[in-house]
């Protein structure tokens, strides 16, 4: 196995800006002084920090992964040196990231995860404690999965010509589905970005784009202002359920295109229609492996039965993340 | 000589009355300062209950609108969690410990504070207020006492002084 022992000890500093620098400001001091020193070949690719409790902490990028040892990196993930996720740690990694306020986070351990600013997502799994049938929080942390959100200008160049109706200068419903860590949120974020901002020569004006980040993780806004670039002409309601917020910026910002991420529930499907019906376009993900599998779901079907989306962007990982798998129109029919 | 010995007299009653007063006056320190502490933490508990505003900022809110010691603990608990070197629960300790050694407040007082430090901030905003209302039922309860005996020993203390300067120069005479 090889082994980076060194890297860590001889690594350049990271740019102040840089992601991994931005995760590492909720984190416990020992835990963001290893981030603060990753090389920054590393830290470019750094996709997620996992640490599983009583287990090798493990830095995993877009096709390696390094366990951290005493003396630096190492490709192996359990060496015998590794340092180990403590339950210690882990229960000091979610003060850091609650900034000791679970108090302020309640509906946020329900759902499992923490968005830091910048739209960092923070994962959770451990013993929940259920009341009245429903998950109340948890506790005994046993995972955590922090996972670093990349800005990518221009991510979504190979497939906006294909989402435009230059017809009537707009933008079709669109779906992009892909599994877990394919770059939906980043493909998404920058479609709104360009949507945003216009486009004269594909006969795109720019549209005023609604986006509602229920997780904080599109435009990560931060006291109000978002932390992406997400284009000049975009509202943003951020932390609110879907449909609430999709009804919401209906009825108070007048949006041409409405954004959201990871349709999952029914009344998420009924805001989708809702906002088609009154005229305004949507731009939506979903997690699935493809269009099949979002018809399996009971609460998808109805969208895909009534033609609710005329574009469908399949995404995958491999040959990387963000690899366009296809483009598909309202038919199934293969656009790119 | 008879002046001498006036000014004399004079001056151990003064000494002796006022160490008294000081005495006296220590007494009535430790429930303005627990007064002060239960103040902020009933500012803390609308902090989360009603604004649910992160540990650090609410802290600081807390210590802006404090009296001292309260001020002073919620200030250097902000910065400890802000740190993010140790564990919120080992951090609040220390400043607990700090009020131990520079405030008049009894080790019991910091009892009920530092027991407060194993569930702040790890639980629902409505957990967070039965913790934060027992600590504050606790200070009261030993701000009652120590009013009580504030009352009792400043008197105590305030004649002890006098009389004890009294003693002395009918001694010394």
């Known amino acids: ?336 | 000589m008879f002046y001498v010995k006036l000014i004399g007299i004079a001056l151990i009653l003064t000494g002796t009355t006022a160490v008294g007063w000081m005495i006296a006056n220590n007494y009535s320190r430790r429930p303005d300062q627990l007064q002060s502490v239960i103040i902020a933490l009933g500012v803390l508990g609308s902090e989360i209950n009603y604004s649910h505003t992160p540990m650090p900022v609410a802290c600081r809110r807390v210590a802006a609108a404090s009296t001292y010691p309260a001020n002073q603990l919620f200030l250097r608990f902000a910065g400890s969690i802000e740190d993010r070197q140790r564990r919120i629960g080992a951090a609040w300790n220390t400043v607990v410990g700090w009020m131990f050694t520079h405030t008049a407040l009894s080790r019991a007082d910091c009892q009920a504070l530092a027991d407060l430090g194993n569930t702040l901030g790890k639980t629902g905003s409505d957990e967070q207020m039965k913790h934060l209302e027992t600590a504050s039922r606790r200070l009261a309860s030993h701000r009652e006492q120590s009013l009580a005996a504030m009352e009792k020993n400043r008197k105590l203390w305030m004649y002890t002084g006098f009389l004890t300067g009294l003693a002395l120069v009918l001694v010394l005479l």
């Open chain 1, 1 to 336: 196995m090889k082994t980076d022992r060194s890297a860590l000890l001889h690594a350049a500093p990271l740019r102040s800006g840089d992601p991994v620098l931005e995760v590492a400001r909720y984190l416990p001091r020992a835990l963001a002084q290893i981030l603060a020193g990753l090389p920054v070949a590393v830290a470019n690719q750094l996709e997620e920090v996992r640490l599983r409790a009583g287990r090798p902490l493990i830095l995993q990028g877009s096709s390696r992964e390094w366990s951290v040892t005493q003396t630096g990196l190492s490709d192996d993930i359990s060496p015998l040196d590794a340092l180990t996720a403590s339950p210690e740690l882990m229960a000091q990694v979610l003060e850091t990231v609650s900034q000791g306020s679970v108090y302020a986070l309640e509906e946020e351990m329900r759902n499992g995860f923490i968005t830091l600013p910048g739209g960092h997502r923070v994962g959770l799994c451990g013993r929940a404690v259920v009341a009245g049938g429903e998950m109340k929080t948890l506790s005994d942390l046993a995972g955590i999965n922090i996972r670093i959100a990349r800005e990518i200008k221009g991510a979504a160049d190979g497939i906006i010509t294909s989402i435009v109706d230059r017809q009537n200068q707009a933008v079709y419903n669109t779906l992009i589905v892909s599994p877990p860590g394919c770059g939906k949120t980043t493909l998404l974020r920058d479609t709104a970005r360009q949507i945003s901002t216009g486009n004269p020569q594909m006969g795109l004006p720019g549209l005023k784009v609604g986006i509602v980040d229920e997780r904080s993780e599109l435009a990560g806004l931060r006291y109000g202002t978002p932390q992406h670039d997400i284009g000049p002409r975009t509202d943003v309601i951020d932390g609110c359920p879907k449909s609430q917020g999709m009804m919401l910026l209906l009825r108070t910002m007048s949006p041409q295109v409405v954004v959201t991420d990871e349709l999952g529930r029914a009344d998420d499907v009924a805001a989708v229609v809702e906002c088609s019906l009154a005229g305004v376009s949507v731009l939506a993900s979903a997690h699935a492996a493809s269009l099949r599998d979002v018809a399996q779901r009971k609460t998808m079907a109805p969208l895909l039965e009534r033609q609710g989306f005329s574009r469908f962007i399949i995404l995958s990982r491999r040959k990387g993340p963000g690899t366009v798998e296809a483009v598909l129109d309202e038919n199934g029919k293969g656009l790119l």
